[in-house]
Nanobody, 123 residues
């Protein structure tokens, strides 16, 4: 059973930066995808970014050029560096993992989820 724990959320002013971290444990296979989704109040959960165990990445158009996803295999962690934050980035951010598949933007294909961390961008 994979367990995911996010950290790094908080309150930041527009134009600021935050780095989210997702720590994974219990992963049974070496092929996986780690992804970040977010959900704002009154909106559906949406794909933000993902990284495959082989290293390829994918980003939502809304964050491309501002967010960077990375991973540290030795620490079983994924990170999301978020720069030039905008008020519309305000949401609960969730780490998710898909075992044995390729990158997908569909949340239904991810088997494991963290508890979420709040990111608020406001002056």
């Amino acid at each position: 059973q994979v367990q995911l724990v996010e950290s790094g959320g908080g309150l930041v002013q527009p134009g600021g930066s935050l780095r989210l971290s997702c720590s994974a444990s219990g992963r049974p296979f070496s092929s996986y995808v780690m992804a970040w989704f977010r959900q704002a109040p009154g909106k559906e959960r949406e794909f933000v970014a993902a990284i495959w165990s082989g290293g390829s990445t994918k980003y939502a158009d809304s964050v491309k050029g501002r967010f960077t996803i990375s991973k540290d295999n030795g620490k079983n962690r994924a990170y999301q560096q978020m720069d030039s934050l905008k008020p519309e980035d305000t949401a609960v951010y969730y780490c998710a993992e898909r075992i044995g598949g390729m990158i997908s933007t569909s949340s239904n294909l991810y088997q494991y989820w963290g508890q979420g961390t709040q990111v608020t961008v406001s002056s």
